[in-house]
């Protein structure tokens, strides 16, 4: 089964700051990995598929990146909405798989 | 527009069974793969299963493996997981979730909370 390693767990930044969050596969995924926010009480919300693929209606501050076994979900500057926990999930393989979590607080 | 809403969460005994369903709208049922996702109080998301868009394949987490069948009705737009021999350790909200082999999983239900508690 592959395992999702997602990091850091948890980081406080400030409104405006650029923030990167790494999802490292035990084994390779292609691009077959997407990131998911989620806030509490409500289900997760998709942002990024196929490794680098914007969901409609996602704004653009959003951008993943990356293939095989080392993903990265960027958010270029940080807004007050997008303090929220976030997921990277690998599709290639089943069983699926989730990361972690790494949730974003406001510092 | 999309719409998926589980039911059928609640209050279980450790060892009872539940059966929670995801009836679906909005969107082409029989065409898609489906999945159920879990997550923990305070915890992280959890695969659960997955039936294919047919019904002819389905795959388990090794948690829930022998447990749990998921299950599905295309011509009522339903998705089901049957949950045997709860334990405390299946308490959670529930998630169903509509996916393709290109994208995974496209978008999600509100869920629907199961408590495992004597």
């Known amino acids: 089964d592959i395992q999702m390693t997602q990091s850091p767990s948890s980081l406080s930044a400030s409104v405006g700051d650029r923030v990167t969050i790494t999802c490292r596969a035990s084994?390779?995924?292609?691009?077959?990995l997407g990131w998911y926010q989620q806030k509490p009480g409500k289900a997760p919300k998709r942002l990024i598929y196929a490794a680098s693929t914007l969901q409609s209606g996602v704004p653009s501050r959003f951008s993943g990146s990356g293939s095989g076994t080392e993903f990265t979900l960027t958010i270029s500057s940080l807004q007050s909405e997008d303090f929220a926990t976030y997921y990277c999930l690998q599709y290639n393989t089943y069983p699926l798989a989730f990361g972690g979590g790494t949730k974003v607080e406001i510092k | 527009q999309e719409q998926m809403v589980e039911s059928g969460g609640g209050v279980v005994q450790p060892g009872r069974s539940l059966r929670l369903s995801c009836a679906a709208s909005?969107?082409?049922?029989?065409?898609?793969?489906m999945h159920w996702v879990r997550q923990a109080p305070g915890k992280g998301l959890e695969w659960v299963a997955v039936i294919w868009y047919d019904g002819t394949k389905t795959y388990y987490g090794d948690s829930v493996k022998g447990r749990f069948t998921i299950s599905r009705d295309n011509s009522k737009n339903t998705l089901n997981l049957q949950m045997n021999s709860l334990r405390v350790e299946d308490t959670g909200v529930y998630y169903c979730?509509?996916?393709?082999?290109?994208?995974?999983?496209?978008?999600w239900g509100q869920g629907t909370l199961v408590t495992v508690s004597s």
């Open positions: 084994q390779g995924i292609r691009n077959g």
């Open positions: 979730a509509k996916y393709s082999s290109a994208s995974g999983l496209e978008s």
């Open positions: 909005g969107f082409t049922f029989s065409s898609y793969g």
